[in-house]
């Protein structure tokens, strides 16, 4: 926590500044790049930045203590930026005005608060009215800082979600009693009457006088923003990115520059690339006299600020080229000295950070001010390519483009898209833009929150809003697509959903939603809540109903990617599969081996399910062999199957691991039906089922003690396991079964299943006067187990680390239960992450390290893998790499993001050792020149 004698405020302005972009931990990103910015030239206004340290303090102790802390440096770096400026905070004639705004370590596009023109009340008004000698001018920024000041600081919120902002109601009804359209039609008078009806409102609602001293304002912005950091949305963003609520937001506090002085200013956001394809093509929107959030806002409709995405917007809406170039020009048209220098400088910018950048500018009376820069939100694909694409340049290595992606953004690329032919039958209602690729196919709902109520219970949504708010992002995040009537390329819903690798449609001007009675007009239909639209997010059409979709073409950008990820990574990533086809997809995928088929879910399909009731229902040994007998062949066409698939590559098979009773029916009708078959009374059914049944089953009748109860089940997939691999020898392929013990716990438990393998597959192989290749191991998935390692290394070739039961046990949670107070955890920040999903790697990663060490030394080379949910998590990933496992194995599209987590892992651990050996060699250094001194 920040102290009293640490510096709290970092300045910046005129090419000076004493922070820099290395400094995002404590300035925030967007407070380290102002300051970078500065140091290379860009001209950026002059300002401070309130460390994130600030923020935690703020939270522990409150806003006396604060203003305490910081108020002596805030009140220096104020008269700094007035030195600059040649203007004075809080003076009537020539007032400084500034903005205050976010930044926390990680961007959070619009998820915390923002004021600008702060400093203005009724006498600074006409101060700046007279200076600028443009009265609409002072007064429009002035109802605009009433009306962020008003909501941001004073709370003055829409009082339900289906209601409106009250400051729009009231601009609103002034625009209907002066009968006019635009806000940019109503007059000065119209907008001093505005702030009268602002200030009026605000003290009617909050019993509070709007506040006239610009110092009372600014500390009230401050602790706003601060506070804004522990908003909800803020707090389910950071849940989503996982960030943790520790960081704390800085804040940025820098003199206004104004892009709604008149037609000869503007303001807009900007990408260095195409935040949607990775394309290198420079694109963004503005407005001409306008202000910082008009154009995310969606209020307004932004222009393009290249010709060329002018163009194309205007054929993506239906606008005529007049038209467009009459009432939308590029800002290429529009300012053309202005936009060469802005595209110099978001070339210079780019090159600078060597990455894509997102940026915001404003133009004041021609000049060209830039207010920040940061790597930009883009979605999977664009990752992927904007980071092949700089590494083909050379501006990046190839470890960099490799440590610049997200593995688990690849998760995107592997979504399905829409089917050629579906999609030219299916019939377009309506045109937006598109805002973020993909397909999405779901039901009509409007409201966030509901989005996510019709998401937990399973249905496939799109949220559909005429804009969406940054209050909105977690109904986002439970639709499939997202679909606005209002908004551009940069709206809140684009960016965000850009971000989440979402579909996303916005600016669809042909759509009327109606949030009061549910409703939706486009092309001519009325969509219900409820009824079926399909987005394409790559054209930005709309369609009526579901379109079908497939299974996405995977090459190109990716194909390099993944050959890239082999050249580095070092452990093998095998996959998760008990099918053929599931074998097939993650071979394609590039998966090296089958780490783990569960058995199990051979026995549901068609015929074998009664032969399988019939093997647990019977009554004695000779009942169950009989039974066996007909699952024999069945489980051995099952096997041949995936080791063909699967052909010169391992192919782990865990024998039956679920407790029986999960396989018998437990309806009365099942019960009946199975009576018949087997010859007996439904009665005596129901008292089998009933004998099976188990107060705790997953601690229960399960893994390697229903092998050592029921020996003739191990026996059986022994067998079916190595005659299905002879088969294949003979027709020439090659198979490598590696056959797997579940739930051992003790050595004994182990050695008996081993003893039943063995003599099962030396019997075969003497049948079949033939023998292969094959290995016995098992899987470490019970706290005894790992810890005594040592002892069950003596029998298994191999260990697998089943890490969803060993976390399970370790932590005493029931996998099938722990949903009900997972989510309190995390919220209430008990378990900073689901432990099912990323490795504990303190508590059970204990665990595996005692049973690497212990079978290490029992069996030096002993194989060492992960099969658990946690082999494709890339954390996880990275800590089985540093404990040198074998392999790790994942469901088949968990494949490449293993492959790329593998890649990062060596590359990680190689720069790792390279900062040991340079600390060490100038620590040695430094130790000679001390000894050197002395003497
Ligand atoms: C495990 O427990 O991690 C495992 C892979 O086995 P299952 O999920 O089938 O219990
Ligand atoms: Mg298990």
């Known amino acids: 926590m920040a102290k009293k004698k640490d510096k709290h405020v970092y300045f910046f302005g005129n090419g000076k500044a004493e922070g820099n972009a290395t400094m995002k931990n404590l300035l925030g990103g967007k407070g380290a790049n102002l300051a970078e910015m500065n140091l290379i030239g860009v001209p950026v206004p002059p300002g401070f930045t309130v460390t994130t340290e600030v923020c935690t303090v703020y939270n522990a102790k409150g806003q006396d203590y604060t203003v305490e802390l910081i108020g002596e440096e805030v009140k220096k770096a104020v008269e700094q930026v007035e030195k600059i400026m040649g203007t004075k905070f809080g003076d009537k004639e020539n007032p400084c005005l500034l903005s205050v705004r976010s930044g926390a370590r990680a961007s959070m596009p619009g998820m915390m608060d923002t004021v600008l023109n702060l400093g203005l009340n009724d006498e600074a008004v006409e101060g700046i009215a007279a200076r600028t000698g443009n009265e609409r001018f002072a007064w429009d ?70 506040p006239t001293n610009p110092w009372d304002q600014l500390w009230g912005s401050v602790m706003a923003v601060f506070d804004s950091w522990m908003n909800e949305r803020a707090h389910v963003y950071r849940r989503l990115n996982n960030i943790p609520a520790e960081w704390g937001t800085a804040v940025n506090v820098q003199a206004m520059v104004f892009g709604n002085m008149g037609d000869n200013s503007a303001t807009g956001v900007a990408f260095t690339r195409d935040a949607g394809t990775g394309e290198n093509i420079f694109n963004g929107e503005y407005l001409i006299n306008a202000q910082g959030e008009d154009v995310v806002a969606g209020i307004r409709t932004p222009q393009q600020i290249t010709l060329e995405g002018a163009k194309r917007w205007a054929e993506l809406q239906g606008v005529s080229e007049e038209e467009r170039a009459a009432d939308f020009p590029s800002l290429e048209e529009a300012m053309p000295i202005v936009y060469q220098e802005l595209f110099k400088t978001q070339k210079a ?29 883009r979605t999977g694909a664009a990752m992927v390519k904007i980071a092949m694409d700089l590494m083909r340049e050379k501006k990046i290595s190839k470890r960099e483009a490799l440590l610049r992606m997200e593995p688990n953004k690849l998760d995107e690329l592997l979504h399905p898209v829409f089917e050629k032919e579906a999609l030219e039958a299916g019939f377009v209602v309506a045109q937006g833009l598109p805002a973020s690729p993909g397909a999405a196919t779901g039901q009509v709902v409007f409201h966030a929150d509901e989005a996510e109520a019709w998401a937990e219970k399973g249905n496939k949504v799109i949220l559909c809003r005429i804009e969406t708010s940054p209050e909105d992002l977690a109904g986002m995040h439970a639709a499939q697509g997202i679909l606005t009537a209002r908004g551009g ?74 050959n890239l990820t082999d050249k580095y990574a070092k452990i093998l990533v095998r996959t998760n599969a008990d099918t053929p086809h599931d074998s097939e997809v993650a071979r394609n995928f590039g998966a090296q081996g089958i780490g783990l088929t569960r058995t199990e879910h051979m026995f549901f399909e068609g015929e074998r399910i009664v032969a ?33 698939a699967m052909h010169d590559l391992p192919v782990t098979v865990r024998l039956l691991d679920p407790p029986l009773h999960e396989f018998v029916p437990h309806d009365e009708k099942g019960q009946k039906e199975m009576a018949e078959v087997m010859g007996v009374t439904p009665e005596h059914i129901k008292a089998k089922v009933e004998e099976l049944s188990e107060f705790n089953p997953m601690l229960g009748h399960r893994g390697c003690r229903l092998g050592n109860t029921y020996p003739e089940i191990s026996e059986t997939q022994a067998r079916a396991i190595i005659e299905a691999a002879l088969n294949l020898k003979q027709r020439g392929v090659v198979a490598k079964p590696e056959i797997m013990i579940p739930l051992t716990g003790t050595l004994n438990e182990m050695k008996m299943q081993e003893d039943i393998v063995r003599s099962t597959i030396a019997k075969v192989f003497e049948e079949r006067n033939d023998s292969i290749d094959h290995m016995v191991g098992t899987m470490i998935e019970v706290p005894r ?52 999903q990323e490795l504990d790697q303190s508590g059970v990663g204990q665990l595996v390290k005692i049973a690497v060490e212990k079978g290490r030394k029992t069996r030096k080379n002993i194989k060492i893998g992960i099969c658990g949910e946690h082999g494709g998590d890339p954390s996880s990933v990275e800590f089985c790499h540093s404990l040198g496992f074998d392999y790790v194995s994942c469901s088949p599209f968990r494949v490449p993001i293993a492959r790329l987590a593998a890649a990062q892992a060596t590359i990680k651990e190689e720069m790792a050792k390279k900062a040991t050996k340079a600390a060490k060699k100038s620590d040695k250094k430094k130790k000679k020149s001390d000894k050197k001194k002395k003497k």
């Open 141 to 210: 920024s002035y109802r605009r800082f009433v009306q962020m000041f008003g909501d941001v600081v004073m709370g003055m919120k829409p009082a339900s979600k289906e209601e409106e902002d009250p400051f729009e109601v009231i601009i609103h009804q002034l625009k209907e009693e002066k009968k006019v359209e635009k806000d940019n039609d109503l007059t000065t008078d119209d907008l001093k009457e505005l702030v009268k009806r602002f200030k009026a409102a605000v003290k009617e609602v909050t019993g509070k006088d709007f």
């Open 349 to 377: 910018l780019e090159n600078h950070y060597r990455d894509m950048q997102d940026i915001e500018f404003t133009v004041q009376d021609g000049k060209l001010w830039m207010l920040q820069t940061r790597n930009g939100k």
């Open 489 to 562: 390329m940069t709206s809140h819903a684009a960016v965000v959903a850009r971000g989440m690798g979402k579909c996303c449609v916005s600016g669809a001007g042909g759509v009327k939603i109606n949030y009061k009675e549910r409703k939706l007009e486009a092309g001519g239909k009325v969509f219900k809540e409820g009824d079926w639209i399909s987005l394409n997010g790559s054209t930005g059409e709309v369609y009526e109903g579901q379109i079908k979709t497939i299974d996405p073409e995977l090459s190109g950008d990716f194909g390099e990617l993944m």
């Open 612 to 644: 399988m009731r019939e093997m647990i229902l019977a009554e004695d040994v000779e009942g169950r062999r009989e039974a066996l007998k007909k699952l024999l062949p069945m489980q051995r066409s099952d096997f041949e199957g995936i080791f063909e």
């Open 785 to 836: 187990a790992a810890l005594t390692a040592d002892e069950i290394a003596t029998s298994a070739e191999f260990f697998s680390f089943g890490t969803n039961d060993l976390t399970q046990m370790t932590f005493g949670y029931s996998r099938d239960d722990a949903g009900k107070f997972l989510k309190v955890y995390l919220d209430k920040g008990i378990l900073k992450v689901d432990p099912f």
